[in-house]
């Protein structure tokens, strides 16, 4: 069934992965992005997900150009890394405003549609770090983390109406963000993950794409991993 899709953060990485996916699926797909726009077959919103109102212009113009979202991709997402004693406050809050905060504003925005058509789907882009921690991530872990609390309490909001809400959880997938890791940390990732390989961009897509389809429809507040193997039972 075509739907309406948007997916926050898609011009590049695993978000625009995700939007060419369910432009295959036939879907009516657009994705947001920053200062750089998507590649030219792909819509393009402008948003920045820190500021509300840029975040409510963006739904506000997908609207007008397609109809209300019945899919939200909330994938938009930093690292700032920095162990605890280094972090100042503003690199903590930085990363919550974008990874949590971020996901509550597109969330917030779009359920109102979504309740009126009674049906929905939300897929939040958490990642295995939630669960596993890292070094230098306890920022960005706890936006990770938080993403299972929040989508849990959407699951609970939102059942009724047949809004599911649940979050994708990639280990390490190769994009701009971990080609910053170093080849230190890429070996050590890789030597706790079964398949032993680093993930593609697609197969995260896939995931994200069925657990937005009809055929998910009792599936919701589930975390699913996309990882290789990595962290995986926790
Ligand atoms: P990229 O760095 O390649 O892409 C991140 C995307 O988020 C970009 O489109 C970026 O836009 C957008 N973004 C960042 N900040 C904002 C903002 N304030 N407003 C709007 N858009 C913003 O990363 P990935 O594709 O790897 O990551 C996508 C998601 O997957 C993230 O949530 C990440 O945490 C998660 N993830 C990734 C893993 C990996 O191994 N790659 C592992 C686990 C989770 P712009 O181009 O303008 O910067």
Known sequence: MNRRVLVTGGNRGIGLATARRFLLSGDTVAVTYRSTPPPENVPGIRCDVTDTTSVDQAVAEYEERFGPVEVLVANAGITVDRLIVRMSEEEFLSVLNTNLAGVFRAAKRVSMGMMKARWGRMVFISSVGAFFGAP??????ATKAGLVGFARSLAWEFGTRNITANVVSPGLIDTDMTRDLNQKRIDLLLSITPLGVMGEPDDVAHVVRF?????????TGAVIPVSGGLAMGQ
């Open 136 to 141: 230098g991530q306890a920022n960005y872990a």
């Open 211 to 219: 657990v937005a389809s009809e055929e998910a429809r009792y599936v």
